[in-house]
Antibody, heavy 115, light 109 residues
Framework: EVQLVESGGGLVQPGGSLRLSCAAS????????MNWVRQAPGKGLEWVSY????????YYADSVKGRFTISRDNAKNSLYLQMNSLRAEDTAVYYC????????WGQGTLVTVSS | QSALTQPASVSGSPGQSITISCTGT?????????VSWYQQHPGKAPKLMIY???KRPSGVSNRFSGSKSGNTASLTISGLQAEDEADYYC?????????FGGGTKLTVL
């Protein structure tokens, strides 16, 4: 069974940093690209970042470019999102999702940016 | 990176069919056959319902179907059931980015 479990969310002050993790199981993690997608409270889905299976291709949404860094460790079956210079508008549930089709999603982890 | 355009809400009675549109541009929906549709119930993670425009993942009811014409993709749900009431999002590959629609709230009357 495919499972994606996010962790690392929490309350952080504006300008602060946070590192999210996504632990994958039930499939060959190294064979799949991965995404981070977020959803602000009461709002729609917003794609954040993409990383190919070998980390050779990485994309970011304009809203996070230069502040967020996506990475993965195929040996640990894990995906990461390093978030720096956080702003109030980054407050959201962050989901990791498998493949370009985003066919499996985790349950999400809440990031709250507030003073 | 502008969001795809979806109607804010649609409604239908049990047994009826509804269609949700998703309008993009020639740089996203119109250029790639990589439109996906997701269903999201309150407090839950999104669930993939359609990928590559018209393909259904294993386990998704054949009441759900997808199509595309030009820069507009569509999701049709036939034989509406109470459990179909949810938010629906379209999504398109756009080269070096991925775009979501604003979401459509489906109400089953």
């Amino acid at each position: 069974e495919v499972q994606l479990v996010e962790s690392g969310g929490g309350l952080v002050q504006p300008g602060g940093s946070l590192r999210l993790s996504c632990a994958a199981s039930g499939f060959t993690f190294s064979s799949y690209s991965m995404n981070w997608v977020r959803q602000a409270p009461g709002k729609g889905l917003e794609w954040v970042s993409y990383i190919s299976s070998s980390s050779s291709t990485i994309y970011y949404a304009d809203s996070v470019k230069g502040r967020f860094t996506i990475s993965r460790d195929n040996a640990k079956n894990s995906l990461y999102l390093q978030m720096n210079s956080l702003r109030a508008e980054d407050t959201a549930v962050y989901y990791c999702a498998r493949s370009v089709f985003q066919d499996y999603w985790g349950q999400g982890t809440l990031v709250t940016v507030s003073s | 990176q502008s969001a795809l355009t979806q109607p804010a809400s649609v409604s239908g009675s049990p047994g009826q069919s509804i269609t949700i549109s998703c309008t993009g541009t020639s740089s996203d929906v119109g250029s790639y056959n990589l439109v996906s549709w997701y269903q999201q119930h309150p407090g839950k993670a999104p669930k993939l319902m359609i990928y590559e425009g018209s393909k259904r993942p294993s386990g998704v009811s054949n009441r759900f179907s997808g199509s595309k014409s030009g820069n507009t993709a569509s999701l049709t749900i036939s034989g509406l059931q109470a459990e179909d009431e949810a938010d629906y999002y379209c999504c398109s590959y756009a080269g070096s980015s991925t775009l979501f629609g604003g979401g459509t709230k489906l109400t089953v009357l």
